[in-house]
């Protein structure tokens, strides 16, 4: 399956290709320098971070140190206090050392020690005595543990407070143990307190198991020569000394550190799970192999030493740190990423715009081809076109016209690009056309524009011909422009005026011989050649009647023939209303009686139209014949004129049947009469009501007519109505 | 005013003029020259001296105003008014008529029991 290539993979692909051409390295330059800039400044920042951490941490650790040291030196201290105690007393007892080591609290002042105590230094010869008397203190079971025989011996004979785990340490000789032993014996030979290594104290008799040191101050008997160190074993008394339990004390001394650094002791100089005294975070073997980040401090303590290592806990880094350092590398991606495309497209943005503007033209060039041929299309379909096109602007100025312009008028299209199209309308008719476009420009009422109109148009020969032409408006950029369709209805007249003069000169042929027979069968009928026989009478009244009927059929047409010629003529003179219905109903008299329907005047409004009296009367004919022909017999027929507004209106009502739907829109036409399936002939050439239609409207007015299906039909025409000082008596 | 009596009547058609010759003879009772044709007029009318004369327009050869025009040129018959029979009774053909120097216009087709009156109407509001 091949996978559609649309645009924007075709794009896509391109990019990716461009990104990664030879031709992009300024790009990879830039994005390489850019990122090696960020790794070294990054690492620059570590490092600074880094060294930063590693100064606070010597500074923890030596504020640590100096913790652990100043609690040394004051336990140190206190015991020194109670070796001065022994010495200055000669003797303690039980309960002065008991009341002596309550009075220091230490537990308030000095929490985490395990308690103070005196061993005393017991040569074998007084094991037995020193053994009875402590025993006559009152503890029966009293002896100097371990038993075996030695040379000397040391034995815990007094330790407050002696309660809990204290208790264990009764009696013990601490000589006996190897460590102990060397501390003891290193504060003979030093004469100074000593700090023991990592020992187990005997007070681990449950719970968790602590490592354990002792200080021991060395006690003298007064005034004995103490310089050497065998003068100071023979005055050797005892030791004033503590126990430590090593996480009771430290836990005590540095906790407020604990949430910041791990805190690991050891004794010695090694570092090694054997040698830890302590660690804060228990984890201890874990530890051991070093983290990254830590800082060794030695204290040397009492003739001893311990290592103290201090390394970062959760708490030491600020929370802002390590994400600074990622904000920054991403930072400096992004940084990078972005100068990278920038040089890209800065790289290939000459690329991109040839390019675009290669596709644009091609796009461009597309567009103009297509609308080449669209216009070579209108340009073949206009220079086919059977009809002329002009066009002008505002100012009658033609612009353009096309080929059967050019036959129509004569002229070719350059001599009339450029005139004024008044050169192809006869003069006056120019004239007339000027006046329609300023009314036009004027009032936006068009009567030209819009409709088409027969116009005489003028041949380069100056024959005068007859043309049709419709004008419609466009706007072009704001400009108006007109387009004028022109035919030349030379033929079309001719042929019409053909048709005319052919139903004139028939009608005329048609006329002289009714006229003869008319005349005779009158002269008959009237008896003007005697007496006639009564059936012979009605045969000759037959015949004349429609002699008669054929003769209103001929001036009927003939009428048309010159209402559409244009040649009817009006006589308008100023008449009075009343008079022309009176007439109207008399001449229309014999024609109602034999139908048997009666014409009713209602009423008349005393008014003066200007009017064709002979044609006036000629409509009234019409309706008032058609409304007997259509009326029920017996019927009445209501005439009225109303004078409404500043028009008159006649009204004809007949009792008929009304005029269908269908046939309403028909009225007026020609020759139409409603399809009948009434008994009666209706008579009649079907040209009256276009024939009145006609000659109303050449009189100023209109007509109309309302029915309703069995309510009879109203025939109406309005006529302007004169002001009564009478109007003038020309012929319009 | 004189009394209308004598009338040369011009008309080419003969079914025509027969009708109108029966209705100005019996029922008009007028006294009838008839003429077929506009030169057989200004022949023959002079002698008939009429009182008026009644002619046809559309006719061969001489048309009824070219015979006017004659008539008015002969002393004898320069006076005599004469009225026209035409179909063409619109205004401004009757006035064009009446410029020529015809007295009226009477329409065709006619009613033949009518002519006489309106003919004598004619005489009549014109002063005889």
Known sequence: MISPVTPASVAGARFWRTTFSWRNWPAWLALTLCVMLTAGLWHQMHRNARQFAVTRLQLIGGQVATHIRDRLQAHEQILRAGAALFSVMGEVNRTQWRDYVRLLALDERYPGVQGMGFARFVPALDRQAFEASVRAEGFPDFRIRPEQERDVYSAIEYLEPFTGRNLAAFGYDMLSESTRRSALHRSIETGQPALSGKVTLLQETHGKVQAGVLIYVPVFRPGWPVETVAQRWQALKGWVYSPFRMDDLMTHVLSGYFDRVVIDIFDGDAISPGALLFSSNGNSAGRLTGSALQTLLSIPAMGHQWKVRVAPEAGFFNRGEPMAEISFVLAGGVISLLLFFMVRFLRFRGDEAEALAIRMTHEIRAEEQKSNELAQRTRAILDSVVDGIITIDERGVIESLNPATERIFGWSANTLAGQSISVLMPAEQAHQYDQYLRDYFASGVASVIGNGCELEGIRRDGSVFPMDVAISEILIDGRRHFIGVVRDITERRRVEKMKNEFVSTVSHELRTPLTSIGGALGLMAGGALGEVPASIKTLLDVALSNCQRLTLLINDLLDMEKITAGKLELDMQCHSMPALLESAIVANKPYADPLNVCLVLEYCDPVTVRVDALRFAQVMSNFLSNAAKYSPPQANIYIKACHVGNHVRVSVKDQGPGIPAHFQSRVFEKFSQADSSDQRQKGGTGLGLAITRELVERMGGRVGFETAAGQGTTFWCELPVQPSDGGLSQAS | ?128
Not at chain 2, 50 to 56: A, E
Request: aromatic fraction near 6%; charge should be negative.
């Open chain 2, 1 to 128: 005013m004189a009394e209308l009596q004598k009338i040369l009547y011009v008309e080419d058609e003969p079914d025509i003029r027969a009708v109108a010759q029966l209705a100005l003879e019996m029922v008009g009772g007028f006294t009838l020259k008839v003429c077929e044709s506009g030169m057989q007029a200004l022949q023959e009318g002079e002698a008939f001296h009429p009182d008026l004369v009644l002619m046809d327009v559309m006719m061969p050869e001489m048309t009824g105003p070219m015979t006017l025009e004659r008539m008015r040129a002969m002393p004898g018959m320069a006076q005599i008014p004469v009225v026209f029979m035409t179909a063409k009774v619109q205004p401004a053909e009757v006035a064009q008529f009446k410029a020529l120097g015809a007295l009226d216009v009477i329409a065709k087709p006619f009613d033949p029991m009518q002519l006489a009156n309106q003919v004598r109407k004619v005489w009549e509001s014109h002063g005889g």
